[in-house]
C-alpha cells in the first residue's frame, strides 16, 4: 500500500496553526508524508518554532525553499536588510541559528512526487520547461545553496532580469533567472516573460497578463503542478493544479490536502500582519 502524501501551503511562521493542521492529519494517518510549499518562515509570529518542528519531523516531511525562505539566508549572511514586516530576529538569535540554516539551505528547490505525476515548487515553472528540465534546473540551484560559499549565489540572486528563459542563460543570469520562476513567479506576458508587479488574484490581471500556469504552451502539462506562493489566488484544484497559499499569515487558512483523493484539511488563522 502506498504512503499517503499530504502538502501544506505557506505556513510562514504560523506555528501554532501547524500544530494544529498536523494534530488533524495525524488522527486520519499518523504516519503519512508531509511536504510543504515553501515560505516557511517570515512575517507570522513563531518562525524559530516552525522551523524547529518541520526539521524534527524528520524524513516524514520535506520543504522546498520558497522566497522568504531564501530571504532568511540573505538576511543571515548579511546580504539584506531586514524588512519591516519581517519576523526573523528569533530565528537569527536561536542557539542553534547555523544549524537551522544548515539544513534550511540543504532543502530542495522542486519535489517530483509519484515518479512526477505530481511536481511541487514554491511559485511557477517557465512554460518552455518541462518536467524533467525544471528537475534539473532545481538541482543546479540546490547545489549551489550546500556549497560552503552558498552566499555568494544569494548574493547574486537579486533582481529581475533576465526576465525570460533561455536555455543559453549562464553564470549570475541563470541562476537569477530559476531561483526568480521558482520562487516569485506569478503572471506572464503571452510570450513567457515573467510579471514581478502584479500581486493581485488571476480574475484582477489586465488583458496583457497571464497566470503561469494558464499559459497554452506549457510543457507541464502532463503533470499536476503543486505550489504556494500566491495567497490572492487562494485554494485552487484542477486536474492538472494545485494551488495552496490561502493566506494563513493574513488572517485566512493554513491547508493540507492529500494527494491521492484530494481531501482538504484546513486551520483558520487570525490575522498575523496585514497585507495592506
Not at 518541520?54 to 516524514?60: F, S
Not at 531561483?179 to 488583458?207: Q, S, V, W, Y
Request: with cysteine; hydrophobic share 40%.
Amino acid at each position: 500500500m502506498s504512503q499517503n502524501t499530504f502538502v501544506i501551503g505557506d505556513v510562514q511562521g504560523c506555528y501554532d496553526q501547524l500544530v494544529e493542521l498536523l494534530a488533524k492529519i495525524d488522527a486520519i494517518d499518523p504516519n503519512a508524508r508531509i511536504l510543504f510549499a515553501g515560505d516557511l518562515v517570515n512575517r507570522g509570529p513563531k518562525s524559530l518554532e516552525t522551523l524547529r518542528l518541520v526539521k524534527d519531523l524528520g524524513e516524514r516531511a520535506d520543504s522546498v525553499l520558497g522566497n522568504h525562505d531564501l530571504h532568511l539566508l540573505a538576511v543571515a549572511n548579511g546580504i539584506r536588510t531586514p524588512q519591516r514586516s519581517d519576523t526573523l530576529n528569533c530565528v537569527l538569535q536561536a542557539p542553534e541559528r547555523d544549524e537551522l540554516l544548515n539544513w534550511l539551505r540543504h532543502r530542495p528547490m522542486a519535489i517530483a512526487i509519484e515518479d512526477g505525476r505530481h511536481l511541487l515548487i514554491h511559485a511557477g515553472v517557465f512554460a518552455a520547461w518541462n518536467t524533467t528540465q525544471t528537475m534539473s534546473l532545481a538541482g543546479e540551484i540546490e547545489t549551489q545553496l550546500r556549497r560552503d560559499d552558498y552566499a555568494d549565489s544569494i548574493r547574486h540572486m537579486y533582481g529581475n532580469a533576465p526576465s525570460i528563459w533561455q536555455d543559453n542563460l549562464q553564470g549570475d543570469d541563470r541562476t537569477r533567472c530559476i531561483i526568480n520562476a521558482l520562487t516569485r513567479m506569478r503572471f506572464c506576458h503571452p510570450d513567457g516573460t515573467m510579471d514581478f508587479d502584479l500581486k493581485e488574484g488571476a480574475a484582477e490581471a489586465p488583458e496583457h497578463l497571464i497566470p503561469w500556469f494558464d499559459l497554452p504552451t506549457r510543457q507541464t502539462q502532463n503533470c499536476t503542478l503543486i505550489f504556494g506562493h500566491w495567497s490572492t489566488l487562494g485554494l485552487v484544484l484542477r486536474e492538472n493544479l494545485i494551488s495552496l497559499d490561502t493566506g494563513c499569515v493574513w488572517g485566512g487558512k493554513l491547508t493540507a490536502v492529500r494527494l491521492t483523493d484530494r481531501m482538504i484539511i484546513q486551520v483558520q488563522s487570525p490575522q498575523h500582519q496585514s497585507p495592506f
